[in-house]
Structures are given as structure tokens and as C-alpha cells.
């Protein structure tokens, strides 16, 4: 007798896999989703701090992110989020747009 697969076990392994598959994906966006959220929150929170220490060595408030990059409180890739919301100052605080 030869050993192997026959065609129709095959096909039920790929039909398995596919239907595995199939349900995974949208699972893996909705963690990109949130796993963007979170970080862009963070984000803003390290901006919100670096306007704090702008405030204190200035005695003002930065009028927009790129005094806290000339000043050094932030790198320029601190200035947007992953998914390339710009980071913005209104009233004291940081937002993404």
C-alpha cells in the first residue's frame, strides 16, 4: 500500500485552514485598531508632559509641536502617531488630527 494523501484529504485540510483563516483576519485588524489607539494615547501623553517642561523652562506655552522639537523636548518622530495623525497643540494640551 502507498503512503500519502488522497485528494479529498487534502482538500478538507485546505478547506479547514482557509475557514481558520477566514475568521482570524478580521480579528488581527481590530488588534491593529486598538493597539494604534493605545499608542497614539501614549503619544499624547508624552507630548502633554514635554508641554509641561516647555512651560517651566519658558514661562509661556508653546504655540505649536515644532517649538517642543526646536527646543528638544520631542523628536520630530514624536510629532505624529503610528497610523500618521499629526500631533497638534490647542489650549495647553495635545491632540491628534
Do not use: H, W
Not at 485540510?13 to 486598538?34: G, S
Amino acid at each position: 500500500m502507498k503512503k500519502g494523501f488522497t485528494l479529498l484529504e487534502m482538500v478538507f485540510v485546505l478547506t479547514v485552514v482557509t475557514i481558520v483563516f477566514l475568521l482570524t483576519v478580521p480579528n488581527i485588524k481590530k488588534v491593529l485598531t486598538v493597539v494604534y489607539n493605545k499608542g497614539c494615547d501614549a503619544q499624547l501623553k508624552v507630548v502633554d508632559a514635554a508641554i509641561l517642561q516647555y512651560q517651566l523652562s519658558n514661562d509661556e506655552e508653546p504655540s505649536s509641536v515644532s517649538d517642543l522639537v526646536l527646543d528638544g523636548f520631542i523628536t520630530e518622530q514624536q510629532t505624529q502617531c503610528q497610523d500618521n495623525r499629526q500631533i497638534e497643540i490647542s489650549d495647553g494640551q495635545a491632540y491628534a488630527s
